[in-house]
């Protein structure tokens, strides 16, 4: 069954830091892993999506990675600003039947001015 | 503007009565899925649709029913809704299965009382 882990639950950095989020699944079998960005109360707002067969993607000051076999997933974050404080998920959609996206439950970031 | 629009956004009820939260999308979307969140549990599917008159149950389907009549709607039925389904529900929707992003819509926030 697959499962994903977000580490850490949550996270407070002063304004200007580099931060990564992780993300790690145990089932390899995925088509594609997705960053999301949640605001309080708020819809999800897709940030990236890698491919199965990618390695990494970028989108301005956002880069995420992927290494399949190990099963893990990077968010990184440069020159955080407060504007960045939010709940960031990652999410994997699984081969083998249906159409099953599996979350992680989210890293809380707070960057502080 | 391509979206995922969800009715209503807040919906208070008493256990037992009939519910139906609407989800509908504009981008003729093959795919569609139902999710509800909880605290420390994360996003969790409760149905989801890849084509019209074809759906299948996600991880939590219990207490749940939905239809896929035409492409773009895909409504969440509540036949008698408990206290324990009191959470934030969310839509989303995607072109295909394998490469591209799930778009959400801003989510329904039920209380069952």
């Known amino acids: 069954k697959q499962e994903v882990t977000q580490i850490p639950a949550a996270l407070s950095v002063p304004e200007g830091e580099n931060l990564v989020l992780n993300c790690s699944f145990t089932?390899?079998?995925?088509?594609?892993l997705q960053w999301f960005r949640q605001d309080p109360g708020k819809g999800l707002t897709s940030l990236l999506l890698?491919?199965?067969?990618?390695r990494e993607q970028t989108s301005g000051r956002l880069n995420a990675s992927l290494d399949k076999s190990s099963g893990r997933s990077t968010l990184y974050i440069a020159a955080s600003q407060p504007g960045d404080s939010a709940t960031y998920l990652c999410a994997v959609r699984r081969k083998g039947g249906g159409f099953k996206t599996i979350f992680g439950a989210g890293t809380r970031l707070f960057v502080k001015a | 503007e391509a979206q995922v629009t969800q009715n209503p956004r807040y919906l208070i009820t008493v256990t037992g009565k009939k519910l139906t939260v609407t989800c509908s999308q504009n981008?003729?979307?093959?795919?569609m899925s139902w999710y509800r969140q909880d605290p420390g549990l994360g996003l969790r599917q409760i149905y989801y649709?890849?084509?019209?008159?074809?759906?299948d149950k996600g991880d939590v389907p219990e207490g749940y029913k939905v239809s896929r009549k035409e492409k773009r709607n895909f409504p969440l039925i509540l036949e008698s809704p408990s206290p324990n389904q009191t959470s934030l529900y969310f839509c989303?929707?995607?072109?295909?299965?394998?490469?591209?992003?799930?778009?959400f819509g801003n989510g329904t926030r039920l209380t069952v009382t």
């Open positions: 989303a929707s995607t072109v295909g299965q394998r490469y591209s992003p799930l778009h």
């Open positions: 890698i491919q199965s067969s990618q």
């Open positions: 089932d390899s079998a995925i088509y594609n």
């Open positions: 649709s890849m084509n019209v008159e074809v759906t």
């Open positions: 981008m003729n979307h093959e795919y």
